[in-house]
């Protein structure tokens, strides 16, 4: 069961359509551009909250799977989010725009003085985008397997510093780099593959639990069933078992010669949960059930 652990969400702009009329454009107006769901428009959206520019930044969400045309022809022609509108020019790419609004606008520091920390931050960032492949394709094979050593690596490089809980100590940039998809992650594996991403990573734990305790960044987090139902769609697909329905009753009997539970022949993205096949109607209905993807089969 997930827990409702989103507390007190400051109102939400509702996000802007197709049929929705552009904002004013270029009117002075500083506006950063995001989609809800997307973890890179989260990173600015945290790093805008934690600075206090709430009324200095407006925020516009864009309904990315109904975007409005003038968003690509007038404002952002990569047509992606997020974006920043600032001074008369749009500016994206999430890890550039955190560090253009750290970096240009008022509010506590996000990088810190001190030059190892400096550096320890960029060699972090730079391994961010590493970071989340991994894990991504992990997914879609073992993640247990696949995914321990990004999270490893997440539990060494907290131990570099001690003077606080976070990556570099104190709360900063590459905190803000890594936590929209390490919250991501921790849902969907726990939720779906009932991975612990903490379990036998201290500082993991203890780093997550911080970050929550942010109200920049709790602000920003995205209803944990949301995480799992657009994860799912996307990792565990199982568009091979309505195909291959007979490749699938092949292993079935394969197993069952074999006194196997018939799912154990199923591909790891499938076996999440448990699979369950019924006999219905003296055998004449088949249904094959996938329970952590919701899909079910009806064969004769
Ligand atoms: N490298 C970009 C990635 C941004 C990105 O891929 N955003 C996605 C949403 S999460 C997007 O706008 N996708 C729309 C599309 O590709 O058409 C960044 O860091 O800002």
Redesign the pocket.
Known sequence: MLMATLGVQAVRPPPLTSTSDPPPLFDGTTRLYI?Y?????Q??WITRNYKGLQDKIKLIAID?ED?PAWYKEKVYP?????SLEHNGKVL??????IKYVDANFEGTPLVPRDPAKQEFGEELISHVDTFNKDVFTSLKGDPVQGASSAFDYLENALGRFDDGPFLLGQFSLVDIAYIPFVERFQIFLSEVFKYDITEGRPKVATWVEEVNKIDAYAQTRLDPQQIVERYKKRYLNCNWFLTDLWATSFSFLLCNLNSEHWCCRLPQRCRIDCCELSFLCNQIWVVFICWSCRIYSLTT
Request: aromatic letters at 4%.
């Open positions: 989609s769901p997307c973890p890179y428009a990173r600015v990315l975007r990569e047509n992606k989010v997020p994206g790419e999430s890890i550039d725009l």
